[in-house]
């Protein structure tokens, strides 16, 4: 019963996530999912960004379970052939040469700041400060709160968050002050999806690249929550045009099981020495047959082109409901399946709480935003039910 269970949470679990919503799910198939006490939710969220492939897809469960019955965990002490191959494969359709698995976006973030230090490190010069960007998010450890761009994130652990600095997202001048003989990386999302899914401009993307080869500088791109097809494009910085020296995966590449990867330029790359880094948990042989079930399922199925598709088709009907709601819907941003429907502020939060009274499951972020971010398998006639339920509820 979901009164017990909220019961049990409220004396034993940690309050961080404070009141939820009212539901506990026990199992989905798609973009369903099905609640205690019976009711049916459409998943418009995937996880927030984490199911890919929907609920028990039948080709990832199996590849699941035919791993389970092998073997789960080794150690990085021995060669595992699921990490190796997935390495290659997410080598092989992107711009870097290798790859490192750790278990969370967070830790991919740290993975990739230890890199670009490292490398500074071992040129021998001075560069050690990080400058990311306001409104961002990067993570929830030490390092990664120092990167995120908002206060509420970062206040309580100040003292630990020196060397890192922030600067006005698409606001080159503000970039370029802000470099100093110093500056060992940039990190940044392309599309910030915890604050509201806020663009960079594609000029402004161009001109941090540039500026990080001219001074040495790392280019870091988050791409935790916009990567693995979600933009339409396998990673973002494919859409952007632009190459990072290193870049971050993690949210949907499981699809639902814990891991991140780090993935940098050779040269990058190369600053890691055996010792330097490492990881307990991090690319085992069931993390790693989770993600090349992912990869070799997005394939057969098409769901990068699937999320460009669908993604645009969205979009267009919400910018039809936008015409009809003026008043109401303020601007619809969208990058195939990760969309942003900025609301009138006074009504945001009635119109969430609505869809989910609905069986809509969405995210309200940046304070009056709609965050959508479903299964890349979704197909036309989930976004006309989104779409209905959205004019229902705002009419
Ligand atoms: C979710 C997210 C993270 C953090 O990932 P965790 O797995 O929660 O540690 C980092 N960066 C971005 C852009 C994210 O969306």
């Given at each position: 019963m979901l009164e017990d269970i909220i019961e049990l949470d409220k004396k034993y679990y940690m309050n961080t996530f404070g009141d939820r919503l009212p539901v506990c799910f026990t199992h989905g198939k798609g973009l369903e999912l099905y609640s205690d006490d019976g009711k049916t939710y459409y998943d418009f969220l995937g996880g927030i960004a984490v199911n890919a492939l929907g609920h028990s897809?039948?080709?990832?469960?199996?590849?699941?379970?035919?791993?389970?019955?092998?073997?789960?965990?080794?150690?990085s002490l021995y060669y595992i052939e699921n990490q190796a191959k997935l390495a290659k494969a997410l080598v092989n359709a992107t711009v870097a040469d290798k790859a490192f698995f750790c278990n969370s976006g967070a830790e991919a973030n740290e993975g990739a700041l230890k890199l670009a230090k490292i490398y500074h490190y071992k040129k021998g010069d001075n560069k050690t400060e990080v400058i990311s960007l306001s409104k961002s998010f990067h993570g929830r450890t030490i390092a990664t709160v120092a990167a995120t761009g908002q206060e509420k994130y970062q206040k309580p652990y100040r003292e630990f968050t020196n060397g890192f600095m922030q600067v006005e997202p698409n606001d080159i001048n503000a970039l370029k002050s802000a470099i100093s003989d110093k500056t060992a990386a940039i990190i940044l999302e392309l599309i910030q999806g915890e604050s509201g899914v806020h663009p960079m401009d594609r000029e402004y993307v161009n001109e941090v690249r540039q500026i990080c080869s001219d001074n040495d500088i790392v280019m870091i791109v988050d791409e935790v929550q916009t990567g693995m097809g979600r933009c339409g494009y396998l990673f973002a910085h494919q859409?952007?045009?632009?190459?990072?020296?290193?870049?971050?995966?993690?949210?949907?590449?499981?699809?639902?099981?814990?891991?991140?990867?780090?993935?940098?330029?050779?040269?990058?790359?190369?600053?890691?020495?055996?010792?330097?880094?490492?990881?307990?948990?991090?690319?085992?042989?069931?993390?790693?047959?989770?993600?090349?079930?992912?990869?070799?399922?997005?394939?057969?199925?098409?769901?990068?082109?699937?999320?460009?598709?669908?993604?645009?088709?969205?979009?267009?009907?919400?910018?039809?409901?936008?015409?009809?709601?003026?008043?109401?819907?303020k601007e619809i941003r969208a990058y195939g399946l990760l969309i942003g429907i900025e609301l009138d502020e006074g009504i945001a939060k009635d119109v969430f709480k609505a869809l989910f009274d609905n069986g809509i499951l969405t995210s309200l972020c940046g304070g009056n935003t709609i965050r959508i971010a479903p299964p890349l398998i979704i197909g036309k006639g989930d976004v006309d039910l989104f779409i209905n339920t959205l004019d229902a509820v705002l009419g």
């Open positions: 897809h039948p080709e990832f469960i199996g590849a699941l379970k035919s791993q389970l019955d092998k073997v789960l965990h080794t150690s859409m952007y045009g632009v190459e990072p020296d290193i870049f971050t995966c993690a949210k949907a590449l499981g699809g639902g099981i814990p891991i991140g990867a780090v993935l940098a330029k050779a040269n990058i790359a190369a600053a890691f020495s055996p010792g330097d880094h490492g990881t307990t948990f991090g690319g085992n042989p069931f993390a790693t047959a989770a993600g090349l079930a992912v990869m070799k399922i997005f394939k057969e199925e098409k769901l990068v082109e699937n999320a460009n598709e669908i993604g645009k088709y969205f979009k267009s009907e919400l910018n039809s409901l936008m015409q009809k709601y003026p008043e109401k819907i």
